[in-house]
């Protein structure tokens, strides 16, 4: 047995048991639900594009994370390290068959070649959903509605959504006369909440100068609440602006819904990505902000520039769903399902197999899911192998096999009812619902 291969899988990747995997679909179920509820629809595009689509004119971090490879055709080609590049590309070869504004989703996976830690993975689902064709304010409203809604649908408790805006962070960089770091400058702002104030302001303090940087920590302080941040932060950029205005609808729409609570304007949420041009925002667990952004995205008016000459404003937003389900689990919020059947029928004798699998059959028409055991063994051993598999009942057919003469054992209380008919088993699992 020398010649055997080992078994094992790369860093920052995983196999994922029927357990885990039922806990994914059923989430993703719910997040497609919601989606749907606002009139998005579905789209995909191929894992692999070639690598000038993905980094665009000019890679820069995003370069030093992608999986990039020469193919059997020498062409220069890379892994998708996100859901948005790839949109950008689609719409610019598509857009003549679609109507704007146009409201899509995608739940795909993605591959990056960064460090794992918790809740991070190099390959890991991403969920977006994007508006793209206008520029409305109630455009980046809804998808701020959006998140929120679809992230309470699924159980995970308050959220609160940090929002900002990279228009009016611009227009304060102008006044301070930084706006030829700027990039360089979000980046380090955006580490903030990870290195801390110190650490930020001797970075920033390198890119400009020690005073630049005070007025740069100053900036993006938050202030008592939403109406106050926005006021210092629309006087540091040198008065009302289109920018500040745009933010200030946007939050009478949160009060027009009720749901202001669920927003915090924060100055420092910049969105590391080259993209981003107005509104930016990340989404903090209110039962565990420790585990970090579950769920952000922004305003990129420029991104789908680079492959058509036609500008098309986008706004949108990508659930981390590994990330999620982490803090899921820690939150002890998954079902941790071992089967989507919770009733099986026993085998007493094979050759009656094709009835077992009429009353199953039955039982499916019902809205009962329900696995057949395949193999004669002693009843003790099917009791636990459907126990194992997460089954609640077991059928217990007779010999012969009659639909008003057979057993329910229920595997949890280790009870068995006896004589019993098909359709009193039916009324049964119907209470038990």
């Known amino acids: ?26 989430l993703v179920e719910r997040i497609e639900a919601s989606f749907r509820s606002y009139g998005f629809v579905p789209i995909d595009t191929p894992v692999l594009e070639y690598a000038e689509i993905l980094l665009g004119k000019g890679g ?19 892994l998708r390290f996100d859901l948005t590049v790839p949109f950008a590309r689609f719409l610019a070869e598509h857009r003549n068959e679609l109507a704007l504004p146009f409201k899509r989703y995608h739940i795909a996976k993605v591959w990056r070649g960064e460090n794992t830690q918790r809740g991070r993975y190099r390959e890991f689902t991403q969920c977006d959903f994007d508006i793209v064709g206008s520029d409305s304010v109630a455009a980046d409203f809804e998808i701020l509605l959006m998140m929120r809604n679809t992230l309470q649908a699924i159980g995970v408790g308050d959220v609160r959504i940090h929002v900002n805006h990279r228009g009016i962070f611009n227009r304060f960089l102008q006044r301070i006369r930084g706006s030829d770091k700027s990039v360089d400058i979000l980046r380090t702002v955006d580490k903030l909440a990870k290195i801390g104030r110190e650490a930020t302001l001797d970075l920033l303090s390198e890119i400009l ?6 007025e ?15 006021k210092a932060m629309t006087e540091a950029a040198g008065g009302e602006n289109a920018d500040s205005e745009r933010m200030r609808r946007i939050y009478g729409f949160m009060k027009d819904t009720g749901t202001a609570d669920s927003f915090f304007l924060n100055p420092s949420i910049t969105r590391g990505l080259d993209y981003y041009t107005g509104l930016v925002y990340e989404t903090f667990l209110n039962d565990l902000p420790d585990i970090g952004s579950v ?5 990129y008016d420029d991104l789908a520039g680079l492959y058509s000459k036609e500008k098309l404003s986008g706004v949108g937003s990508s659930i981390g769903l590994d990330r999620l389900i982490s803090a899921l689990e820690s939150l002890g919020r998954l079902r941790k399902q071992k089967s989507y059947a919770d009733i099986a029928v026993a085998c007493v004798r094979e050759e009656d197999g094709g009835g077992y699998q009429v009353l199953a059959d039955r039982l499916r028409k019902a809205g009962f899911p329900c696995e057949v055991l395949l193999e004669p063994k002693k009843m003790v051993q099917q009791y636990v192998l459907a126990e194992k598999k997460g089954a609640r009942w077991l059928i217990i057919p007779g010999d012969p096999l009659r639909e008003n003469d057979l057993g329910l054992r229920d595997l949890r209380s280790r009870e068995t009812r006896e004589n019993i008919s098909l359709d009193e088993i039916t009324t049964i699992l119907k209470k038990e619902e």
């Open 1 to 26: 047995m020398a010649d055997l291969i080992e078994p094992k899988i790369l860093k920052g990747f995983r196999d994922f048991l029927p357990e885990a995997e039922i806990d994914r679909r059923s």
């Open 60 to 78: 820069g971090e995003t370069e030093k994370q992608i999986y990039r490879f020469n193919d059997h055709g020498g062409r220069d080609v890379a």
């Open 209 to 214: 100068d020690a005073p630049r940087a005070g």
């Open 216 to 230: 740069i920590l100053s900036f993006i302080e938050p202030r008592e609440n939403f109406e106050e941040t926005l």
């Open 295 to 299: 769920c952000s995205g922004g305003r």
